[in-house]
């Protein structure tokens, strides 16, 4: 959607990525695992995650949540026909439009 807005309504288009997003968002769940290898100790300890991990389920919606909480804190409110678009109104004739995409972001103004 955000790049045809940028062709058909002749707005600036800006793409941004957060890395390792899914390894900053925080868990709600008690989730553990066995200890990484290379660095098993063979004590049969686990270790209980903090943060998002590649390959776990919940670090999408993780991310996801993190994500809309700090937007809606920038003035941003979310679309009600798609959950990955928000949009902020700067005055009457301009607004962005942020979109989202796994961990990347498109942006147009």
């Not at 008690?30 to 686990?46: A, T, W």
């Not at 389920?57 to 679309?79: C, D, H, T, Y």
């Amino acid at each position: 959607m955000t790049p045809w807005l940028d062709v058909t309504q002749d707005m600036e288009l800006i793409q941004f990525d957060v890395k390792t997003a899914f390894l900053n968002s925080p868990i709600e769940e008690e989730i553990y695992m066995q200890q990484p290898v290379g660095y098993d100790d063979r004590s049969g300890r686990v270790c209980r995650l903090k943060k998002g991990l590649y390959g776990l389920k919940q670090a999408p919606r993780n991310w996801n949540g993190q994500f809309k909480k700090f937007i809606e804190l920038q003035g941003f409110s979310q679309s009600e026909s798609d959950p990955c678009v928000f949009i902020k109104d700067v005055n009457t004739e301009n607004c962005i439009i942020v979109t989202l995409y796994v961990n990347t972001r498109w942006s147009c103004c």
